[in-house]
T-cell receptor
Framework: ETGVTQSPTHLIKTRGQQVTLRCSSQ?????VSWYQQALGQGPQFIFQ???????GRGNFPPRFSGLQFPNYSSELNVNALELDDSALYLC?????????????FGPGTRLLVL | AQTVTQSQPEMSVQEAETVTLSCTYD???????LFWYKQPPSRQMILVIR??????QNATENRFSVNFQKAAKSFSLKISDSQLGDTAMYFC???????????FGAGTRLTVKP
């Protein structure tokens, strides 16, 4: 297993609510990326944080927001939940020290929106 | 926009045999990164192999090797001496910058049969 952890493992919310997902990076990694993986599909890039600043964003609306803390742990916040937000949310940490650096994924948080 | 296509939703192979998973991508860029990730059932996604587009030599990692055809925009994964533990979803991915804004294909479910 990688050193990346995520909490909670599962979550059920209702439409319109807000949710916060958490990710703890592998030791020494200062970069974290978040992905949404709908059932039966590949992951879709939401955004990346590097040293507490957003460093790239995919095609997701502003109600998806994030934070990275000084210890490089991270949060993904989703406001005004919609049914289509039901998915597995993955975070991945890396250290951008060179092209050989590997990105390590966490086990994911499975979100169900009713 | 960069897109990744995996045309084989499911494949199976007998233990100890060889299997090739296909991936094509679309980009107008000259330099980029290509990846194969493995997602075992209920386990974390892990990097199998990575290829940098400017390197003409195909990447290899033990039993895993790629056939990178830049002009054809093709990036296939060959698994030799298949093992039961290779059973997983395999995702092909593309990124302009290592580990950032990664674009994934829809995946190929590989089953290794005893």
């Amino acid at each position: 297993e990688t050193g990346v952890t995520q909490s909670p493992t599962h979550l059920i919310k209702t439409r319109g609510q807000q949710v916060t997902l958490r990710c703890s990076s592998q030791s020494g990694h200062n970069t974290v990326s978040w992905y949404q993986q709908a059932l039966g599909q590949g992951p879709q890039f939401i955004f990346q944080y590097y040293r507490e600043e957003e460093n790239g964003r995919g095609n997701f609306p502003p109600r998806f927001s994030g934070l990275q803390f000084p210890n490089y742990s991270s949060e993904l916040n989703v406001n005004a939940l919609e049914l289509d937000d039901s998915a597995l949310y993955l975070c991945a940490s890396s250290s951008p020290q060179g092209p050989e650096e590997t990105q390590y994924f966490g086990p994911g948080t499975r979100l169900l929106v009713l | 926009a960069q897109t990744v296509t995996q045309s084989q939703p499911e494949m199976s192979v007998q233990e100890a045999e060889t299997v090739t998973l296909s991936c094509t991508y679309d980009t107008s860029e000259n330099n980029y990164y290509l990846f194969w990730y493995k997602q075992p059932p209920s386990r974390q996604m892990i990097l199998v192999i990575r290829q940098e587009a400017y390197k003409q030599q195909n990447a290899t990692e033990n039993r895993f090797s790629v056939n990178f055809q830049k002009a054809a925009k093709s990036f296939s994964l060959k698994i030799s001496d298949s093992q039961l533990g290779d059973t997983a979803m395999y995702f092909c991915a593309f990124a302009l910058y290592n580990n950032n804004d990664m674009r994934f294909g829809a995946g190929t479910r590989l089953t290794v049969k005893p």
